[in-house]
Every structure is written in C-alpha cells, then in structure tokens.
C-alpha cells in the first residue's frame, strides 16, 4: 500500500478490510504498474506466446509461439490460471493441482428475485449448511441471481465443494442478521398492536433498512395481501414473514458464466516451491508468482497482495541468486 500511495496511486480501506483505490479505477493500479516498469527498463513483448519452457545446463530456452526461441538465465511464471502452462510445468516434474473457479456469483432462477436486478443490501448472511460454509457482507442482485462481497466470499470459501457439486446446491440468507429470528418474530408480532403501526400497509412501508423493491417481494413471497395493515395480520402469517426475512432458501442452479471468474483455486502445488525465494524445488532457477500457483482469496486487493509479495520476493531472489553468472 505503502508503495502505490508514494508514486501518487491514495488508496482506501473499506470496513470488511477490503483495499481499492480512491478513483475506483483499475486503470489506476494499472497505469502506475506499467509506469514505473518502463521507468526501470523492463522490455515488454506483446503476443509473444511462449511454448515451451526447455531447461538448458544453466539458463532456459523459451520455445515461443512464432517459433523463435530465447534463452535466459531465470524464469519467472507469472501467468495466472494458464493450462498450457500448467501443462508444460507437469513435463517439467511439478505437481498441479486440478483447478477451479473462485471468487463467482451464482444463477439463481426465483421470482423473489424476478426485476429486482441492482438492488443491493448492505449486510446478510448467507448459509450453506451442506458444505459447512457460511459469510456475512453487501449483497447485490442481479439479472442472473446474486453477487457481492457476501456472495464472492462464500465462493471462495467453498470452491472446491461447489465444483463437485457442478453448482447446484442450496443457500438460506438472512436478510437481517443483527436481529435474532425469535426476537425479530417477537418485534414484527408487536407491531400488530402498536398504535404506530396497527394502520401501516405492511407492503407499502419497508422495515430494517431494506429496500422497498425487495421488502415487497418478501412480503409476498410471505403471502402477505398488498391491502393488508400490521392489525390485519394473524400470527401465523406474520411468523412466515419472521422466517421469510432471516431464513430465505434459494436453489443456486448454476456459477457465472465462464471467464467470468475472477480467480482460480488450484495450480502449482505449493510443497514443490520455496517460499523464501518463490524458486521451484524442482527445476532450480524457476520461479513463480500469483495464480500459477495454488493459491487464492478473498476479493478486495488480497490476491494482489499474495502475487505483488511473491513477485517481489522472487524478483530479489532472481537477481541476487548466486545461479547469474555475473
């Protein structure tokens, strides 16, 4: 953080740890990125794929896409979820770790959802009993279902379970989760005799910060009629809308679509690399950084921080290695 707030990059820490940008720009890590790579005279070579990795007596041989080839004294594997690279450091001895995807949002085909797409809550907590998994955070929904750091974390947490699930699986949010179900049962039955409330529409007047838009599809999914005041109510009904707001079911049919991930759990097995230096146990003089190898988190800057921290340990590593003839 440090580093990019003193090249001119303020930066801001949100209440759930997560780190951005004041600008809420990418471009803005980015542009200051390739600013200062340039500034030290890295050399950038554009659709310049690389084929295979050749291990050579000392040094590397890059095999690349257009058939030409380089050599190199130290490598450093910082491609991200790539399969063919994935493949090409199998032939080389590593172990790679089946990937899959992290950090996604779910399908979700219910008509509590239906026209609801942008609404946004700023504290649930999403269960997925099953797997054992459960988080807290902003929820958003959208066209396909529901996204947000809630969501985002849950997928990080359980990415290996929901694969082998193929997405399909069940989740209960609790749409108000500071209050607890029986006393939120106990507060909503109240407003049945409450002077403030007996002659409210139920419906028409949204409760504990949520939006209207949702607070209706609640209400109806409670089977609560549009006309209805709190003193219309029978107790039943109103603890149907006590379960509805701090258990709701949603079947999850399905994960974004692909490429729309934004991280993979899985790759390069971590016991075949050196954590000090970030060089391969294996193959000496190759080094990694990022999500060629097995490791993910959270969104919010984490997986940044995981792959700048190994770049630069890897990157001293490179130059001080007693491997460089010079």
């Given at each position: 953080m440090?580093?990019?707030?003193?090249?001119g990059?303020?930066?801001k820490?949100?209440?759930d740890?997560?780190?951005?940008?004041v600008s809420?720009?990418s471009?803005?890590?980015?542009?200051?990125?390739l600013?200062?790579?340039q500034r030290a005279?890295?050399?950038?070579h554009l659709k310049?794929g690389?084929?295979r990795i050749e291990?050579?007596?000392?040094?590397?041989n890059?095999h690349?896409?257009s058939?030409e080839s380089?050599?190199f004294?130290?490598?450093?594997v910082?491609t991200?979820?790539s399969k063919?690279?994935w493949?090409n450091l199998?032939?080389?001895?590593?172990?790679?770790v089946?990937?899959v995807?992290?950090?996604?949002?779910?399908n979700i085909?219910?008509?509590?959802l239906k026209?609801?797409a942008?609404?946004?809550v700023?504290?649930?907590?999403?269960t997925?009993?099953v797997?054992?998994?459960?988080t807290?955070?902003?929820?958003?929904?959208?066209?396909?279902g529901?996204?947000?750091p809630a969501?985002l974390k849950l997928?990080?947490?359980g990415?290996?379970?929901m694969?082998?699930?193929d997405?399909?699986?069940?989740i209960?949010?609790?749409w108000i989760?500071?209050?607890d179900p029986?006393?939120l049962?106990e507060e909503?039955?109240?407003?049945?005799?409450?002077?403030?409330?007996?002659?409210?529409r139920v419906v028409s007047?949204?409760l504990?910060?949520l939006?209207l838009?949702?607070?209706?599809?609640l209400?109806?999914h409670?089977?609560?009629?549009?006309?209805?005041?709190?003193?219309d109510?029978p107790k039943p009904v109103?603890?149907?809308?006590a379960?509805t707001?701090?258990?709701s079911?949603?079947q999850?049919?399905?994960?974004s679509?692909f490429k729309e991930e934004?991280?993979t759990?899985?790759?390069?097995?971590l016991d075949?690399v050196?954590?000090?230096?970030?060089?391969s146990?294996i193959?000496?003089?190759?080094?990694?950084?990022?999500?060629?190898?097995d490791?993910?988190?959270?969104t919010?800057?984490?997986n940044?921080?995981?792959?700048?921290?190994?770049?630069w340990?890897?990157g001293?590593?490179?130059v001080?290695?007693?491997?460089n003839a010079d």
């Amino acid at each position: 953080m440090e580093w990019f707030t003193d090249r001119g990059v303020d930066l801001k820490i949100e209440e759930d740890g997560r780190v951005f940008p004041v600008s809420n720009q990418s471009s803005s890590i980015a542009d200051c990125l390739l600013e200062f790579a340039q500034r030290a005279g890295v050399v950038f070579h554009l659709k310049s794929g690389v084929k295979r990795i050749e291990p050579l007596e000392q040094g590397f041989n890059l095999h690349m896409e257009s058939g030409e080839s380089h050599v190199f004294d130290r490598v450093l594997v910082a491609t991200g979820g790539s399969k063919k690279m994935w493949d090409n450091l199998q032939t080389l001895g590593h172990t790679i770790v089946p990937p899959v995807a992290s950090l996604f949002t779910f399908n979700i085909r219910d008509p509590r959802l239906k026209d609801l797409a942008g609404v946004s809550v700023p504290n649930v907590r999403i269960t997925l009993p099953v797997g054992g998994f459960e988080t807290e955070g902003p929820l958003l929904i959208t066209h396909w279902g529901v996204s947000g750091p809630a969501v985002l974390k849950l997928s990080s947490f359980g990415a290996r379970w929901m694969a082998q699930q193929d997405y399909r699986f069940t989740i209960f949010v609790n749409w108000i989760p500071d209050e607890d179900p029986e006393d939120l049962f106990e507060e909503l039955n109240g407003y049945r005799k409450d002077f403030d409330f007996q002659r409210k529409r139920v419906v028409s007047n949204a409760l504990y910060g949520l939006p209207l838009r949702l607070w209706k599809s609640l209400c109806t999914h409670a089977r609560i009629p549009e006309t209805a005041n709190w003193s219309d109510l029978p107790k039943p009904v109103v603890r149907r809308l006590a379960e509805t707001l701090s258990e709701s079911s949603f079947q999850v049919v399905d994960k974004s679509t692909f490429k729309e991930e934004f991280v993979t759990a899985g790759g390069l097995a971590l016991d075949e690399v050196n954590f000090q230096s970030f060089e391969s146990r294996i193959v000496p003089g190759l080094f990694f950084a990022g999500e060629a190898l097995d490791i993910d988190a959270l969104t919010g800057g984490f997986n940044f921080q995981a792959a700048w921290t190994g770049a630069w340990l890897a990157g001293h590593a490179m130059v001080d290695s007693p491997f460089n003839a010079d």
